[in-house]
């Protein structure tokens, strides 16, 4: 009964998921940064590979004129790579390619003209890894473990922060392709397997240095909570709670009024696996609840990915 009630639950909120556009941080990453390589610790000696796509819009107030609203398509195609050394370690690299459309509209009073920019390139890896402390195994029952990890990486400044708009002009921070600063963070993630369901919950900070052009994005304090029921060998179904909370981003010393605050997604997705070595994924990233700093907006974040086990 339960496995029906969470089915129709997953179904509906998928359906309502492309109408919802609400209030957002336009740099929020919500959840765990080292979730595309997956929550459950790997055998030693594994080597995974995988594919996944990420698709989000975002607009937000312009600082330097409240007249103009900057607005954001990002397309992004991200290879991951995971190594187990031993059983209890992973080490995780993500390159991410990244398509980004801003637009920066006329001001309203006239004031100033509108601009665009359509940045192309590598943005800022991220390599981190996952050591998993705790690991205990009961198969007295039917089989089950709990599995808790700690979590630990950094985004490299690799990405161009330096491209300008069709004004000639250096645009703005967030739609560069890097940050241009490097971004530690640390966490800890729980995962627990009980029969045909799998829980996780994860929390994580993640920092930022300051950038050459003394930009110093907000700190930021991420969280997760996953259930995911497996229907048949091959199928299963996941329900999250994702959440960031982030400071103001600070520029030369002055706080951005339209950065940093709370929100929180509802997150359906699907894990389809036909084979023991190769999978494909979804999930949609749905804002439902924010509390955030100015006038900002984003639409769901929608990301579709492949992993395969070479090894």
Not at 25 to 35: A, E, H, I, K, T
Not at 166 to 182: K, N, P, V, Y
Request: with cysteine; glycine share 12%.
């Amino acid at each position: 009964m339960f496995k029906k009630i969470f089915i129709l639950l997953f179904a509906l909120i998928l359906s309502v998921s492309t109408a919802q556009r609400l209030n957002a941080c336009s740099v929020c990453g919500c959840g765990d940064p080292l979730q595309s390589a997956g929550t459950v610790h790997s055998m030693a000696g594994s080597f995974h590979f995988g594919l996944e796509t990420l698709y989000l819009t975002a607009s937000a107030q312009s600082d330097d004129n409240p007249a103009q609203t900057e607005s954001l398509t990002q397309k992004t195609l991200s290879g991951i790579l995971s190594f187990a050394p031993t059983n209890d370690l992973t080490l995780v690299a993500i390159i991410p390619f990244t398509e980004k459309d801003w637009t920066l509209s006329a001001a309203t009073d006239g004031s100033e003209e509108g601009a665009t920019a359509n940045p192309i390139g590598f943005g800022d890896v991220n390599f981190g890894l996952r050591y998993f402390f705790v690991v205990d195994m009961d198969m007295r029952k039917g089989g089950g473990s709990q599995n808790f990890a700690l979590s630990a990486g950094t985004l490299i400044p690799t990405g161009n922060e330096d491209a300008v708009d069709s004004s000639g002009e250096r645009f703005d921070q967030h739609a560069q392709l890097g940050t241009g600063a490097w971004g530690p963070y640390a966490g800890l993630l729980y995962t627990g397997i009980v029969n045909d369901w799998t829980f996780s919950a994860n929390l994580n900070v993640l920092l930022h240095t300051v950038n050459a052009y003394q930009y110093h994005f907000g700190t930021a304090l991420t969280w997760g909570a996953q259930a995911q029921v497996h229907l048949d060998d091959s199928l299963a179904l996941s329900l999250a709670a994702e959440g960031r909370t982030a400071g103001e981003d600070i520029s030369e010393g002055e706080s951005q009024g339209n950065t940093g605050g709370t929100v929180v997604d509802l997150t359906p997705g699907l894990w389809w696996s036909p084979v023991d070595s190769w999978g494909l994924y979804g999930k949609v990233q749905i804002p439902i609840l924010t509390n955030l700093d100015g006038s900002q907006t984003i639409g769901a974040t929608a990301v579709l990915g492949t992993q395969i086990l070479l090894n």
